[in-house]
């Protein structure tokens, strides 16, 4: 009977521990992109970034290559739009939904416009596709899936390319950086979708364009990309490893350190809090992680991508994923 209740007792002892050590983890999902190759430079593997590394997702590759899309995660639905192919940018969708199985992707209905580069936000409830870059030009239309089918709601308020779009509340849509009619990278303007109208906040201190943006601390953070280098003699566009903070309440932006390393068409954004930069371009494709440390400073970390590349779709998730490495 003793040594019934000893083993009892250890096995109690084995779960709550096994449970104890459980993270509550957020996950970036780092979808498809674009590698070095000239003949196939577009993928469609799927990798998983948590607070405890990489680890193996689940979740099956894309159905096709893709490069120069975006992504979001709409309800419990991943949703993949757009990008660049053979013909110019796309307008097909594919969709998988989280917390079933099989993990399988599927066909979602296709946008009403072609486009790469663009926006795909997700706000107070809806999906939205907005602006980014076609054949000639940019993409300017706004565009919101009824349920059905995609319909025009807004136009992006000008000539914007390359630049990075945040939901913002239940009624908003926040551009930062991007080529703009007067060639400039610096402006930071607020969609709100009810009104559909356009206000613009505090330009940016340093221009981006292929930067890469993340809600941060009750504001947005901003990273890398090509900036002008303002020379005026002979002006010409280099890699920054800048990143700035913007903070909404008093319409300010403040420097928030140096990266290790130049980046465009990469991934920003938090886990549990600490913001990380994943991969991307900086002359050549990068697997390469660093995170903003508690002192300031940005930190290489240990851990890097399965492969070097750029250009990927990026989704964060919480609550459907485990990574067995928190365990």
């Known amino acids: 009977m003793w040594s019934t209740l000893q083993a009892y007792a250890s096995l109690v002892v084995v779960i709550l521990v096994f449970s104890c050590s459980k993270v509550d983890a957020e996950t970036v999902l780092i979808l498809g992109g674009e590698v070095d190759s000239l003949l196939h430079p577009g993928v469609a593997s799927v990798e998983a970034f948590g607070p405890c590394g990489i680890f193996d997702s689940g979740i099956p590759d894309l159905p096709k290559p893709r490069r120069d899309f975006s992504a979001a995660l709409y309800g419990s639905d ?64 706004i565009e919101r899936f009824n349920g059905t089918g995609w319909e025009d709601v807004g136009e992006v308020n000008g000539y914007r390319q390359e630049f990075c779009a945040l939901a913002w509340g239940d009624d908003g849509i926040l551009l930062t950086g991007g080529y703009d009619d007067f060639g400039e990278e610096t402006r930071t303007e607020l969609y709100t979708i009810s009104t559909n109208s356009w206000v613009l906040l505090k330009h940016m201190d340093i221009g981006r364009g292929m930067h890469a943006c993340a809600h941060y601390k009750g504001g947005v953070a901003v990273a890398g990309g090509w900036s002008t280098d303002h020379d005026p003699t002979s002006p010409s566009e280099a890699l920054t490893k800048t990143s700035a903070w913007y903070d909404a309440v008093d319409d300010t932006w403040t420097d928030l350190g140096i990266m290790r390393n130049g980046r465009t068409k990469f991934a920003l954004e938090t886990i549990n809090g600490t913001l990380t930069a994943i991969g991307g371009w900086d002359g050549s494709y990068s697997e390469s992680i660093e995170q903003l440390g508690p002192d300031g400073g940005w930190e290489l970390s240990e851990e890097s991508l399965g492969v070097q590349k750029a250009a990927f779709g990026v989704v964060k998730v919480t609550g459907f994923l485990e990574d067995e490495n928190c365990f």
Do not use: N
């Open 78 to 141: 991943l949703v993949v739009c757009g990008g660049y192919g053979l013909l110019g940018a796309q307008k097909d969708c594919s969709a998988l939904t989280l917390g079933t199985l099989p993990l399988v992707w599927r066909d979602f209905p296709e946008m009403s416009h072609g486009r790469a580069l663009h926006g795909l936000v997700v706000v107070g409830g809806s999906l939205y596709a907005v602006g980014g870059s076609q054949a000639i030009g940019s993409q300017r239309a």
